[in-house]
């Protein structure tokens, strides 16, 4: 059989920057987010020269004709080139700043052309944003498999030691284009494998089950999530009445609803979530036998998430916060990695394991009884070019397979296969999509699909058609020696017609009570506090109640509490409680992590021991960690010395939710602009007080978030005035900087101090 094909260039491209990074010690030494190639200049440049090249973290497509074919013209030749400003027809232009009037003062002349076609153009600069997972974003990376796939699939992208170019798509479900990243929702976790034998497209989420079990719902749940369609709000999120009004109606929608509840709905950062494929899917090696899978993706960084009230502060104070975190890393070279993982089943008639229908999307098989099995590592190291050009026009698709990989009969995904292509026909505007540089499979085409809108292959031939003779009789049909796509011949039982669900699918309950006992305490309280809250925003009282029913089948401490926050008797089960196996695997939390890519404020002033901040910085960065000076105003600090630091933030734009953890050097006097008239956050003001008042919110903020913190010198003024108990957990107070930096880090491992609020009595 074919090997997988990957596209030279960009694995060469890929190994050689992942070898410049190692080579260099690994991260890129610089803070991420410099907007273009080069400092911007203080006067506006006015010599001819060509388009500055992407930044070094930056990656477009590999350059792949409209028929798939791999072209010697580098990637950036997808830009736009040459020095001189030009129509879209290549003629140079001598002005774009004036419309053409009959004088200065005059009318505007119907014959600018250049005026008609620039707003003509920009009048037609959006395309419909998706019907669901509107917001998103994305990265380029390479897949390489482990080859401990080959027993169960002839895939060849899966062979040992294949280099698969991918892309990546993460989103949100709910919100539209324009809406913030950290609301509490589902995230959408979309791989497009370029592989030697066409696209392969994983389109999974980073929770393993859904809310519904037939696509024939999904226009009811979709309906029921995005904002109530009188008013349009509230905006990407759950906490309403139609959502809840369904979920407590349509009870197999409990299992997802519990997980979006839990602290997965509200992921940390895209690098620090696991993915899931859903649905099983079933695999076919080389000598056509079958086996059962659900496919995983398991972050190296571990799956962490934000507090809700973080989550709640970061949407106002950068609704950029995933999309920003996710470039960021790349860009300081700490690159995301997933491993991508099977459990396996034994494909039998019944296609259920140890009593799991694995049909039905709304359940998963615990670890427990089905190892995860890692199969290869998924690096993403380039930041897209163009975010139109790539992350809003990449399609996927689940019916996007290769040889090796099939479908099961899951009804959820039998409607996904319809949908995509589907709604994608108007998103891009016609069905030539798939020649889109982003969607171009790294894979001869030869599909005998003509004309259309945007058509970008100029296509030869007489005879579209098959069987011919004119056109020699090409294209010809592929054995499986050959790489040729077949279905397997799965037996299709006898039964009749019906509008009907398997009986095994009416159990809505077991599983959330499974997943609800896998949790550790902490992690349950945050599940009791965001059903609270999101059914405290609900309006009809009849559906918080209704709720509270859903509740009372998964536990009755969760329900007993939430109605207490609702202020309402708490039901009890119509049935009795099922007896469930707890899956620790489920939980997030008790396990360390790699600390690659998490931020670190050092708050300081002109005052603070600068020769230990500066070591610290580097220190920081170093450990593949990015390291955010806040300080009283902008600028560097140490001017008049001989090795300034560098300032990123300022007490007025710095808020502590952009910081993983945060180092004190001493106790920063406040700045010049700390007075409530000025900045709202400074309160009073601060007349007579050591202490600036911002880096004292800053401070009780990351302590009620469970984030580590510390400092040196005399810190432990500025903790004490901010409230916090320097014996607390996570609280310290080091002899020296490298001391507070060593057991920050060691803490930020494990994510948060969560000894620091010890959890009610009644919840273990
Ligand atoms: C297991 C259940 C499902 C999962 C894991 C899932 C996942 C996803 C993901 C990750 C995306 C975003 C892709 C991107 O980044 O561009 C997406 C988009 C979409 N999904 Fe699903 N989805 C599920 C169920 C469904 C169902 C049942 C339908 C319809 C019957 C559906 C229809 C759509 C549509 C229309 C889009 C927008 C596609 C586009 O405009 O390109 N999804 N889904």
Not at 696 to 702: I, K, P, Q, S, V
């Amino acid at each position: 059989m074919e090997k997988s094909r990957p596209a030279k260039g960009t694995v060469d491209k890929i190994v050689d920057k992942v070898v410049d990074a190692v080579s260099d010690g690994g991260p890129s030494n610089e803070i991420p987010g410099r907007p273009g190639r080069e400092p911007a200049p203080l006067e506006e440049p006015t010599e001819p020269r060509a388009p500055l090249p992407p930044k070094p973290d930056q990656a477009g497509p590999e350059v792949f004709t409209a028929t798939g074919r791999l072209t010697d013209v580098p990637p950036t030749a997808w830009a736009q080139g040459g020095e001189y400003l030009t129509t879209a027809q290549g003629l140079r232009l001598t002005d774009t700043d004036h419309s053409l009037k009959a004088g200065p003062r005059g009318p505007v002349l119907l014959q600018d052309h250049h005026l008609r076609e620039k707003i003509m153009h920009f009048d037609h600069e959006r395309i419909p944003e998706r019907v669901v997972h509107a917001r998103g974003a994305a990265a380029h990376g390479v897949f390489r498999a482990y080859g401990t796939a080959t027993t169960v699939t002839r895939a060849a992208f899966l062979a040992k030691d294949v280099e698969t170019p991918v892309f990546v798509r993460f989103s949100t479900v709910l919100g539209s284009r324009g809406s913030a990243d950290t609301v509490r929702d589902t995230r959408g976790f979309a791989t497009k494998f370029y592989t030697g034998e066409g696209v392969f497209d994983l389109v999974g989420n980073n929770i393993p089950v859904f809310f519904i079990q037939d696509a024939i719902k999904f226009p009811d749940v979709i309906h029921a999530g995005k904002p109530h369609p009188d008013r349009e709000i509230p905006q990407a999120q759950s906490a309403h009445d139609t959502f809840w009004d369904f979920v407590s109606l349509h009870t197999e929608a409990t299992h997802h609803t519990l997980w979006n509840m839990s602290d997965r709905g509200i992921a940390r950062s895209f690098r620090m979530m696991e993915g899931f494929g859903v649905h099983t899917f079933r695999l076919v090696d080389a000598k056509g036998a079958t086996t059962l899978v659900k496919f995983h993706w398991k972050p190296k960084a571990g799956v962490h998430s934000l507090t809700w009230e973080e989550a709640q502060l970061i949407n106002g104070m950068d609704p950029d916060f995933h999309r920003r975190d996710l470039a960021d890393a790349i860009e300081a070279g700490a690159y995301p990695q997933w491993e991508l993982g099977i459990q396996t089943f034994p494909d039998t008639p019944e296609q259920t394991f140890q009593g799991i229908d694995l049909l039905d999307p709304t359940k998963i098989v615990p670890e427990e009884l089905a190892p995860v099995q890692p199969i290869g590592l998924l690096t993403l190291n380039a930041n897209p070019v163009n975010f139109f050009a790539e992350t809003e026009q990449v399609a996927f698709h689940p019916g996007h397979l290769v040889p090796g990989i099939d479908i099961t009969d899951d009804p959820l995904l039998a409607g996904r296969l319809f949908s995509y292509l589907d709604t994608q026909i108007t998103r891009l505007g016609g069905p030539n999509f798939a020649q889109i540089p982003i969607n171009r499979p790294h894979a001869p085409i030869n599909d005998m699909l003509r004309d259309g809108f945007h058509q970008d292959a100029v296509h030869s031939g007489v005879a579209p058609y098959k069987p011919n003779s004119l056109d020699g009789g090409c294209p010809f049909f592929a054995g499986q020696s050959e790489g040729g796509y077949r279905e397997t011949p799965v037996r299709v039982p006898a039964a009749e017609k019906v509008r009907e669900a398997p009986a095994s699918y009416a159990d809505h309950f077991s599983q959330p009570r499974l997943f609800w006992l896998s949790l550790t305490p902490v992690e349950r309280e945050h599940v009791i506090a965001a059903y609270t809250f999101e059914l405290g925003k609900v309006y009809e009282q009849a559906i918080k109640e209704r709720a509270l029913r859903t509740l009372a089948e998964i536990d009755s401490y969760l329900c007993e509490q939430v109605a207490q926050g609702l202020g309402l008797p708490a039901p009890k089960p119509v049935n009795s409680l099922p007896s469930v196996e707890p899956s620790p695997a489920l939980s997030q939390l008790g396990r360390t992590w790699p600390t690659t890519g998490r931020i670190i404020g050092i708050v300081a002033d002109d005052g603070s021991d600068l020769e230990t901040v500066r070591t610290l910085r580097q220190a920081i960065l170093d450990g593949g960690m990015v390291p955010l000076v806040i300080a009283p105003a902008g600028g560097m600090l140490g001017a008049d010395g001989g090795d300034p630091v560098t300032v990123q933030r300022t007490f007025a734009t710095a808020r502590s939710v952009e910081f993983d953890a945060l180092l004190l050097a001493g106790t920063p006097a406040p700045g010049k602009d700390a007075y409530g008239a000025r900045d709202a956050k400074a309160g009073n003001g601060v007349t007579g007080t050591p202490t600036d008042p911002r880096v004292l919110l800053m401070l009780a903020e990351a302590f009620r978030h469970a984030k580590p913190l510390g400092g040196w010198a005399d810190a432990e003024q500025a903790l004490t005035a901010a409230g916090i108990d320097t014996a607390a957990p996570g609280v310290l107070v080091a002899e020296s900087g490298d001391a507070a930096l060593e057991e920050i880090v060691r803490l930020l491992g494990r994510h948060r101090v969560w000894d620091r609020f010890p959890p009610a009595v009644g919840i273990a």
